[in-house]
Nanobody, 127 residues
Framework: HVQLVESGGGSVQIGGSLILSCAASDQSSKTTCISWFRQIPGKERERVSTINRGHGVPYIADSVKGRFTISRGNAKNSMDLQMNTLKPEDTAMYFC?????????????????????WGQGTQVTVS
């Protein structure tokens, strides 16, 4: 049973940076596809970034393009979300999620309902 644990959230000033980390309990076929989502209470969950860990082209949402990047983390079996030039509208609960597969070149095509493993979330507040 794979588990995901997010870390790195917190409060930051406008224009600041944070690195969120998503650590998987193991690197199995169940975590081939990793996504970061965010959600504000009362609003729909928004996809932020997705990558196929094997050999994928990362997807970055237009709302964060040029400011956020997704990459392998320093910790074992982790994927990081580097967030720069943060804005108040980036304030949300951030979740990472894993799925067995997503297209390498267009990983965002995998609908979020297909993701079968989710972390507990980490809060990011920008003010």
């Amino acid at each position: 049973h794979v588990q995901l644990v997010e870390s790195g959230g917190g409060s930051v000033q406008i224009g600041g940076s944070l690195i969120l980390s998503c650590a998987a309990s193991d690197q199995s076929s169940k975590t081939t596809c990793i996504s970061w989502f965010r959600q504000i209470p009362g609003k729909e969950r928004e996809r932020v970034s997705t990558i196929n860990r094997g050999h994928g082209v990362p997807y970055i949402a237009d709302s964060v393009k040029g400011r956020f990047t997704i990459s392998r983390g320093n910790a074992k079996n982790s994927m990081d979300l580097q967030m720069n030039t943060l804005k108040p509208e980036d304030t949300a609960m951030y979740f990472c999620a894993a799925a067995r597969f997503c297209p390498a070149q267009r990983p965002h095509l995998l609908h979020q309902s297909v993701y079968d493993t989710w972390g507990q979330g980490t809060q990011v507040t920008v003010s």
